[in-house]
Structures are given as structure tokens and as C-alpha cells.
């Protein structure tokens, strides 16, 4: 069974910082773009970062570039996507979801992904 599982959000204050984690199982992503996508309540899910297979490009919303940073360590037969997310804003607050892409490269649309995992809840207070 082919699984993402995130992990790392909680609650914290604005100007805080959190790490989220995406450890991938039942597959190997080694050869896939992964990426973390947020939704808000009420709002529509939307990009936040993505990663090439090998991890020397990566992609970021405005909303989040300069302040989180996405990595991955791709392991032998497993991958960890990371998300490092730093001077986080009220704003910031939502389920975070990691992503497993279709292709190599990195890709800012839900649907170049086809793996989704469950999500993490990332709640900042102001």
C-alpha cells in the first residue's frame, strides 16, 4: 500500500517556527517531484512548495517564499520530505499536505500529483 504520512504541526505562536515531515512508504518516490500543499478552512487547498527528484530545484508560493524552506533525503529504497517553516504568520494556519508527483520535476498544480497523504494540522496564533 502506497502511503505519505506528515507528521510536526502543531500550535505555535506567530514568529514561531515548525518542521513537518512526509516519510513515503509501499513506494519509492526516489524518482518523483514531491510537494506540500495547504488548505485553510473554508478556503480552496493551494501550493506551497515543491522539490525535483534529485532536490537541487524547488518552488515556492510568494505567500511562503524566503520564509520555508522544502528538502527531501531520498533514501535506498524510501524518501523524507521535509518542510522547514520559519516567521510563521496567523495566515500560515491550515492542513499541511504532502504530496507524491507524477513526474521528476517540480510542479506547482494539485493535479501533477497522485499521491496525497492524510495531512498535518498546523495552527498559528497571533
Known amino acids: 500500500q502506497v502511503q505519505l504520512v506528515e507528521s510536526g504541526g502543531g500550535l505555535v505562536q506567530a514568529g514561531g517556527s515548525l518542521r513537518l515531515s512526509c516519510a513515503a512508504s509501499g513506494r519509492t518516490f526516489n524518482n518523483n517531484g514531491m510537494g506540500w500543499f495547504r488548505q485553510a478552512p473554508g478556503k480552496e487547498r493551494e501550493f506551497v512548495a515543491s522539490?525535483?527528484?534529485?532536490?537541487?530545484?524547488?518552488?515556492?508560493a510568494d505567500s511562503v517564499r524566503g520564509r520555508f524552506t522544502i528538502s527531501r533525503d531520498n533514501a535506498r529504497n524510501t524518501v523524507t520530505v521535509y518542510l522547514q517553516m520559519n516567521r510563521l504568520k496567523s495566515e500560515d494556519t491550515a492542513a499541511y499536505y504532502c504530496a507524491g508527483g507524477r513526474y521528476a520535476t517540480t510542479e506547482r498544480s494539485s493535479d501533477a500529483y497522485d499521491v496525497w497523504g492524510q495531512g498535518t494540522q498546523v495552527t498559528v496564533s497571533s
Open positions: 522539490i525535483s527528484r534529485s532536490g537541487t530545484i524547488t518552488s515556492y
